[in-house]
């Protein structure tokens, strides 16, 4: 009896003891308040969640912008670790996620994105893919993924992109071993000719160098190798084969320069080692940023097929040399910077085709301001619709630090007057006033009305002797 008494007084008193804790301000709502807290909680992590890595404290400030009827979400440059959650206004067309730090892609980091044709994710430090990764996105038809840490990548992640046509591999640690063999055979097939193109081999050392679609991928599961991975007993590859003498060739843009297709295809080449201008140039480019590298000398057909060009930044190579040609065929450019190079002049025919020219940078060149510099002034006085800057004589010394226009004006003022005005019939001409810089002037004059437009004229010369 005693014992029955103590335990209903035990009870009664843990009851108490409920009933006090309930009272409690902010926990009278029992279990539908931890209910309500928990769901509130789920709702303000919505855009952290994290698909391919740890969550993000903050959310991204990504941007949406649309071109040519396309969405596109900006996310690049964020410092990303994952994958942020598809809440867009939107279903985007192309997902921009190149330069953050995401390593890992995991079972169904896209899913929300699949109306996604584009996927850039190059420049970050992605080192596995697992082999859902892209699960969903049957419409994607580019994906870089240049410019990580891959060494294995299977061919079922890219089985579920049926309509994958372009696919950028190229400056990744690829381990040319048993388990790349289905993506090597994936790469090989013919109608794959833009998957990995420029995609080499880092390891094995008998294979480095080697691109993927070279490999023979019959041999990379038949060797037996020790725990260190080298092979053993006889190996399909020599370990040390006879190389030959390598033909020095001119870099490859795609491999020596980071290239962004979206929303306007870019190139960035700064910073690059550069020592001249890369092969290989898409014609479908727009920007190319050449800066910072070691380009002394611009030759004849550098450019030539990039026929879409509308910004080339060339500054900081302390260039000395343009030669003639070097910029033909550029008809759209519409921004040029030379600035911070070793120039001194610009020769002849340099600009000819930069007929919609807009902006011309030329600061921080060492101008001489002699003959030689005429032509570039009379080339911009024939185009004033280009903005430029930069002109200033750095030598001789009686004209450093005035503007080359200023000089080419008091240096037409101290020719003879008797010379300046002169005036003679074409037929007539002094052979040895051809070739001077008015003449020059005179020849872009011509240029600029047709030839069947043309009447005889009388010419204006004058000796700049």
Sequence with gaps: MRVTSALLFASLFLLLLQYAEMKRPGKGRGLKGARHKLTRNRVRGVGRHSRSGPSRISAPQCSELTESGDFFVDCQDQGLSSIPASQWSKQPNHLLLARNRIKILRDGAFLGFEGLTSLDLQQNHISLVAEGAFQGLTRLTTLL?????????????????????????????WNCVCPMESLIRTLQVPSNRNLGNHARCAEPSRLKGMKLRQIDPEFLCKEKTDPTGKPQGDQIYPTNPVQPIPIRTKPDATTSCHTYLFPQVRMDCSKRGLTE????????????????????????????GARSLRSLNISHNNMEHIDTGSLSGLLHLRELDLSDNSLHSVQYGVLEDLYFLLQLKLGGNPWVCDYSIHYMMYWLRLHPGVRYSGMLCRSPLEHTGESVAEYVRSYNRACPKDRQHRRTDPDQTDPELWN?????????EEELEPSHLRTPQKYQIIRLS
């Design 145 to 173: 993924l240049q410019h990580n840490r891959l060494g294995t990548l299977s061919e079922e992640a890219l089985i579920s992109m049926l309509n994958l046509r372009y696919l950028r591999l190229h400056d990744n640690p």
């Design 277 to 304: 201008v890369p092969t290989g140039i898409p014609e479908d480019v727009v920007h190319i940023d050449m800066s910072h590298n070691s380009i002394r000398h611009l030759k004849a057909r550098d450019f030539q």
């Design 436 to 444: 001077t810089a008015m003449e020059v002037q005179g020849e872009l």
